[in-house]
């Protein structure tokens, strides 16, 4: 989700990979600045940015039917990447929605936990590794690889270690450009994930154990999805990307936030070994641990993965006192409405705790905190995130001890998800 800022915005750092301005720092500068909606592009489309619960629930809820998911960047998606579930509208969409959606019912989240554990085992033996000749580990690298696998696991019921590295690895340098055909990072990312997409389904096509009910079954069941080659590799491409770019974001940076806070880290990880005593936590150990859940939304309040959420006016429209002419693009920042002082107190600031306040949460106006989106396309991988981030933070909390090694604080930067500007350096020891 590159996007070009209003130039008259501050000067911005510059962003890795040719991403050029640094999108998320000047949004924010913007919102202090320009208020609650204000125009945050130059050229055309003319773009909004609005940053105000009651506006979140005007676009995204009470207008859906009036805003539409054909923005630039969503159109260019579509055409490059993938047209599927993340893109499509109208019945098309209903339809991809209503055969995918049991796919992600509460009845297969114990499977889901179970791959968790089994993948965050697999890490640690890499990572004991790393921990015993004391050589740092490159985090985010690491958090892609594993929930790119987790994801495949559990969407697909395929082993995706063979493409692991390839798909994070070329993805990573491919989405700074990510719809600029002209790049070539970007060309040679856009084969890789449609050969390795392809290569998924042929897998899942050789499994001998018959139909199981996850993602992937659903879509080779269905005549109608299954219909072209291209369709199927579409809701690969777009249920992998949008499953395990998002839960990466969230277990890095909530795992840096570990790092830098460890009076926090210390006393999550104390409660979790009250809860478990000596075995991994477990998805039944969740409910008994509100602080790792505080800990999880505090992260994804500072990081929301999708730091914005864009929609096309299909009719002229008014929000608060400002015009909204037909064709305008309206959008909605998570990273901004997450920071806004007047929801929350020293917002800046990773403190779980006010997500363990009772009374705050009354308080606080719906639509300020809304990392899965809003509305009817709200994220259709919620149940699943939900249960992943914590066990896979929990149960890497209780092996080990984290220590930052890189100098000064890494700065996120605004792409498809908000990853980190620079590698983030971590020393591991045994917790
Ligand atoms: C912490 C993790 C995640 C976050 C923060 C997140 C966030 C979001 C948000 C904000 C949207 C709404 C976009 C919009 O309104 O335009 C969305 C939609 C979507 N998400 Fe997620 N997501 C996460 C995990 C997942 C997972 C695990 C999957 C799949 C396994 C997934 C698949 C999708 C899909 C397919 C859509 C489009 C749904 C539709 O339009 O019907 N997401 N996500």
Redesign the pocket.
Same mark, same amino acid.
């Given at each position: 989700m590159t996007i070009s800022i209003d130039t008259t915005a501050p000067p911005a750092t510059s962003g890795q990979g040719g991403a050029g301005r640094d999108p998320l720092r000047v949004l924010a500068i913007l919102a202090r600045r320009k208020g609650d909606i204000f125009v945050y592009t130059t050229g055309q489309p003319q773009s909004f940015l609005v940053n105000r619960p009651e506006y979140v629930r005007h676009v995204?809820v009470d207008g859906a039917d009036r805003y539409s998911?054909d923005t630039p960047i969503?159109a260019g998606f579509a055409t490059t990447i993938a047209n599927?579930?993340?893109?499509?509208e109208g019945a098309t969409?209903r339809r =991809?929605?209503s055969l %995918?959606q049991p796919a /992600?019912s509460k009845r297969n989240i114990p499977a889901v936990a179970t791959i968790v554990g089994e993948q965050v085992g697999r890490l640690a033996a890499r990572w004991d590794q790393a921990a015993a000749i004391g050589a740092p580990i490159d985090l985010h690298a690491d958090t892609t690889q594993l929930m790119f696998r987790i994801?495949s696991l559990?969407?697909f019921h395929v082993d995706s270690e063979p493409w692991d590295a390839q798909m994070t690895d070329i993805l990573g340098k491919a989405l700074p450009v990510l719809t600029d055909v002209s790049q070539r990072p970007f060309r040679v990312a856009q084969i890789a994930i449609w050969d390795i997409s392809q290569r998924i389904v042929e897998a899942r096509k050789a499994q001998q154990n018959g139909h199981v009910d996850d993602?992937l079954g659903r879509l080779l069941q269905s005549g109608d999805i299954n219909a072209t080659h291209r369709a199927l590799r579409d809701h690969v491409v *777009? %249920?992998a990307l949008?499953?395990?770019e998002?839960?990466a974001?969230?277990i890095t940076w909530g795992l840096y936030m570990l790092a830098q806070h460890p009076d926090v880290a210390e006393q999550l990880r104390s409660q979790i070994a009250d809860v478990t005593g000596e075995r991994t936590l477990a998805l039944e150990d969740l409910r008994a641990l509100p602080y790792l859940n505080a800990v999880v939304k505090e992260t %994804?309040r500072l990081y929301?993965? +999708?730091w914005i959420?864009?929609?096309r006016a299909l009719e002229d429209d008014r929000i608060g006192e400002t015009d909204i002419p037909a064709g305008s693009v309206v959008a909605v920042s998570?990273y901004t409405l997450h920071r806004h002082p007047r929801y929350w107190p020293d917002p800046d600031r990773f403190d779980p705790r006010r997500f363990m306040d009772e009374r705050a949460e009354r308080d606080r106006p719906a639509f300020t905190y809304?990392? /899965?989106? +809003?509305?009817?396309? *709200?994220?259709?991988?919620?149940n /699943?995130? =939900?249960v992943?981030?914590p066990l896979v933070l929990g149960q890497l909390l209780q092996r080990y001890r984290m220590r930052l090694v890189n100098d000064g604080e890494v700065q996120p930067q605004g792409i498809f998800?908000i990853v980190p500007q620079q590698p983030i350096h971590i020393a591991l020891s045994a917790a």
């Open positions: 995204l998911k969503n599927a579930l993340l893109t499509s969409w =991809q929605r %995918m /992600f994801t559990a969407l993602v *777009t %249920m949008s499953g395990y998002t839960t974001s969230v %994804m929301p993965p +999708a959420i864009g929609r998570p809304i990392p /899965f989106g +809003a509305g009817p396309r *709200t994220c259709i991988g919620t /699943f995130a =939900q992943e981030a998800v």
